[in-house]
């Protein structure tokens, strides 16, 4: 019997050349720290080095977790499936919706640069040890090879300690090799790849030292968690970071504020809190995604107009308006162009001119309806 056999590009295709840019990757990551039910997630970023570092202080993973989880493609670990033990949820945290389902998200990664040090430490009814791989993305753009020939250097940390230097030299040693005697690498690829690797020069135990907010956040003692450590970022980072102004925030921002927007008042503390400190030295920096550069709950109730509300299954909208003031109370706005029909039935309707431009038919029974 013959057998499916997947290529390492398709890690490429279905991660990097899949996310719209930097902005969606950062908070593809953010997601993937809420569903592990992390109370902070942080970045800092050192343009001198174009040093990324995101930490969350989440429930990380385990060495089965993360070679069975983490670099599985399209896992299922976050949907209810007997193949997979269910994902961990601390006892004393409230239920939180699934914010990442593809299980793709963390091939975004590969957006922001190309070589990434992971670093995840689990934390159950008890620690585990801490597990450090290492990944240079652009093996997985490599023709011809096939997704299981790539090894991941891996190694487990017991006693709350943090590789040191060495350790990560060793580990990439151990890449390099791995990569020399596979012949099915193409020379021009595995020069390039050498020449990165030689100019990653991580110490995670010096980079411990001078983050911000450390107390919650390092993987050292109890800590717990995943850190990802990417050197060099792309040059992309900064432009996104620089395209903001005194006007418009930036794509960046429009992206990651969210996470932690509480200008509805009464509305319930965020589940997570987060932070990017952009370095534009080793100690002068700006927080991008600080709370309070966004609209506060003062500022949201002396708006000149509010609208609170929600969309129903036909498209219409009902909710309470204010409009300089006065209040319109269970304002109803219809959605005419859903000539009332379910919302499944009206995206249906707008893909039937994509179905038939194909000699596609796979729902005739229903598309008899609109002919």
Not at 258 to 282: S, V, W, Y
């Amino acid at each position: 019997m013959a057998k499916f056999k997947t290529r390492a590009r398709a890690v490429d295709m279905l991660g990097r050349q899949q996310i719209a840019g930097i902005p969606t990757a950062i908070s593809e990551l953010f997601k993937n720290a809420h569903d592990a039910y992390a109370d902070k997630v942080e970045i800092d970023f050192y343009r001198k080095d174009r040093l990324f570092v995101l930490r969350d202080d989440g429930t990380g993973m385990t060495l089965d977790e993360f070679e069975n989880r983490w670099l599985a493609v399209g896992t299922e670990s976050k949907l209810k499936s007997s193949a997979m033990e269910p994902l961990y949820i601390p006892h004393n945290k409230k239920l939180r919706p699934m914010l990442g389902e593809k299980g793709i998200g963390r091939l975004s990664i590969a957006v922001i640069g190309s070589q990434l040090l992971v670093m995840t430490r689990a934390r159950r009814r008890r620690l585990y040890p801490l597990v450090v791989a290492y990944i240079h993305w652009g093996v997985f753009e490599c023709p011809g090879l096939n997704l299981d020939e790539i090894e991941i250097p891996t190694r487990e940390f017991p006693n709350g300690s943090l590789p040191t230097f060495k350790d990560i030299q060793e580990m990439l040693e151990e890449f390099s090799s791995s990569l020399k005697s596979n012949p099915r690498i193409p020379q021009d690829m595995l020069t390039k790849i050498l020449k990165d690797i030689k100019i990653f020069k991580v110490d995670p135990v010096e980079i411990d030292g001078y983050l911000k907010n450390n107390d919650s956040l390092t993987l050292k003692g109890d800590g717990h968690g995943t850190h990802f450590i990417i050197m060099p970022a792309t040059e992309l980072l900064i432009q996104d970071i620089d395209a903001t102004s005194n006007v418009h925030a930036s794509p960046l921002e429009k992206a990651l504020c969210g996470f932690t927007n509480t200008m509805i008042p009464e509305h319930e503390p965020p589940a997570i809190i987060t932070a990017f400190r952009d370095f534009k030295t080793d100690t002068v920096y700006d927080e991008l995604i600080d709370k309070d550069k966004f609209f506060s709950p003062e500022e949201f109730s002396n708006a000149d107009h509010t609208i609170i509300g929600e969309f129903d299954e036909y498209g219409q909208f009902k909710g309470n308006v204010t409009i300089y003031g006065e209040l319109y109370k269970d304002h109803v706005i219809p959605w005419s162009g859903g000539h009332g029909l379910l919302l499944a039935v009206v995206h249906l309707r707008f893909l039937l001119p994509v179905f038939k431009a194909f000699k596609m038919n796979p729902l005739s029974p229903i598309m008899n309806i609109f002919n």
